[in-house]
């Protein structure tokens, strides 16, 4: 118990200093605590990354855990309204999306649908609360028909889209992983017509990985859950493919 208060008590400190930075580097943290020995900071770092307190990016650098203090994700206002509203009623759920992922965008749209995961056996009622407390809900299979439909009717209800689920294994405390939300999001803007540019998902994958926050295996993982694991691949691997594999590949899709 000891232990654990003392490394909550560095790592906050840690976090404090350094809470601006994606990353850090050993040389920080002798900045933040010079009176330890360097053996103590090394020791340290190594306690700190195994009780989940921070993660490895690669050798030498590290970033802090999003899930020790949320401080990665920055939910929008109405989402908070929506987690506060389905935390009195008991069900589980978490919101995905670009809720998750907002960080790491270029360019935050004022407004944009709520993707939320629910149990399947709460469906309905789900609904129904969420209708009383003027979010508009539609499920994630009518997206695009149903999206258009409510902007051009010129509705100003939270727009909220339904996904059910039955495993919360990539949630925590009401909120979906990175490598959950952008899985998430790819299926969603190429299957079921979410309003996002490409493009945009584009640059917060590479956001993502440029700040080292997204497990690439972790990724492919979730991504097949939902079957699309060939897509994902296909990204996260991108950078070891090449143009011959690629050109290989048009050319096989020209001739079929």
């Known amino acids: 118990m000891e232990k654990q208060s003392l490394l909550k008590s560095r790592y906050q400190e840690l976090q404090k200093v350094l809470e601006e930075q994606q990353t850090f580097i050993m040389p920080d943290v002798e900045m933040v ?21 921070i993660k490895r990016i690669r050798r030498g650098t590290f970033a802090f855990n ?47 649908p709520i993707m939320l995961f629910v ?13 009383g407390q003027k979010f508009f809900v539609i499920d994630s299979v009518d997206l695009k028909i149903k999206y258009e439909d409510m902007i051009y009717a010129g509705r100003e209800e939270t727009l909220v889209v ?15 992983t990175i490598e959950k939300a952008f899985v998430d999001t790819f299926y969603s803007v190429t299957r079921n017509g979410y309003p996002l540019a490409l493009q945009e998902l584009v640059r917060i994958y590479e956001n993502l990985v440029r700040t080292g926050n997204i497990d690439r295996k972790k990724t492919v993982t979730i991504a097949g859950r939902r079957s699309i694991q060939y897509d994902i691949r296909y990204i996260v691997e991108s950078d070891y493919i090449t143009e011959e594999a690629r050109r290989f590949v048009e050319i096989m899709r020209r001739e079929r």
């Open 162 to 176: 339904l996904y059910l689920t039955d495993s919360f294994e990539y949630g925590e405390g009401g909120l979906a």
């Open 33 to 53: 605590f010079p009176e330890l020995e360097k053996a103590t900071r090394y020791w340290l770092v190594a306690e700190l990354v195994k009780n989940g307190y």
């Open 66 to 112: 999003e899930w020790r203090g949320k401080k990665n994700i920055t939910i929008s206002k109405e989402a908070e309204r929506l987690s506060e509203v389905l935390s009195e009623t008991g069900f589980y759920y978490f919101i995905s999306g670009l809720d998750i992922l907002a960080k790491y965008m270029q360019h935050i749209p004022e407004q944009y």
């Open 119 to 131: 149990e399947k056996a709460a469906k309905e009622e789900v609904k129904s609360v969420l209708l």
